[in-house]
């Protein structure tokens, strides 16, 4: 199994722009989370998904973040307009049904300038 | 509410010393208990976990953990640290449900000296 695909690794963009990341979870799991990390908030859950469908996105700092997982195999975050301080590293994870162990993907490390 | 406290946020150890890195959690039910870890630049790989049975899990890397019911904690333990083991540490509980969502603690960074 290829685990938990994210991309892409590296984006940088300037202050407005619309920023897309992507993911791909592992191939039958069933719930699917983002998650940021920055070394002042360290890692914060952003939104998650339970079977395509979003369950709880309190952690969405504003209006500016969307997420969305038009089918098992994909989903994205949006943020439009990025801000400077959007930057950090963002992590997609992925679990199956009935467990609660969570996989993680590699990140993409998104800078704001 | 559920929490996880991990309460050191920095520890150095020399290589080859022994190593124990602190969790306590909050959740009126029993709880799925989770370590990862982190090298920088990477993402978050499991260490080990514990479910149910036996309270102490052993884990990959030479790690293992003991869940403490009465203590609420599940400390994460190594009987000789190597220097590759310099990471972030992070505790996690997994709430009793199927959408499988984790609270994770502040994480511990690790430091290994020569």
């Known amino acids: 199994d290829a685990g938990v695909i994210q991309s892409p690794r590296h984006e940088v963009t300037e202050m407005g722009q619309e920023v897309t990341l992507r993911c791909k979870p592992i191939?039958?799991?069933?719930?699917l989370f983002w998650y940021r990390q920055t070394m002042m908030r360290g890692l914060e859950l952003l939104i998650y998904?339970?079977?395509?469908?979003?369950?709880?996105d309190s952690g969405m700092p504003e209006d500016r973040f969307s997420a969305k997982m038009p089918n098992a195999s994909f989903s994205t975050l949006k943020i439009q307009p990025s801000e400077p301080r959007d930057s950090a590293v963002y992590f997609c994870a992925s679990s199956g049904q009935g467990y609660n162990e969570q996989f993680f993907g590699p990140g993409t490390r998104l800078t704001v300038l | 509410a559920q929490s996880v406290t991990q309460p050191d946020i920095h520890i150095t150890v020399s290589e080859g010393a022994s190593l124990e890195l602190r969790c306590n959690y909050s959740y009126g039910a029993t709880p799925y208990l989770f370590w990862y870890v982190q090298s920088p630049g990477q993402g978050l790989q499991l260490l080990l976990k514990?479910?149910?049975?036996?309270?102490l899990v052993q884990g990959i890397k030479g790690f293992e953990a003991e869940f403490k019911r009465s203590q609420s904690s599940f400390n994460l333990r190594k009987p000789s640290v190597h220097w590759s083991d310099a990471a972030e540490y992070f505790c996690?509980?997994?709430?009793?449900?199927?959408?499988?969502?984790?609270?994770f603690g502040q994480g511990t960074t690790l430091q290994v000296k020569p």
């Open positions: 191939s039958g799991h069933n719930s």
């Open positions: 998904f339970n079977n395509n469908v979003p369950i709880d």
């Open positions: 996690a509980v997994g709430l009793t449900s199927n959408t499988g969502k984790l609270i």
């Open positions: 514990y479910f149910s049975g036996d309270t």
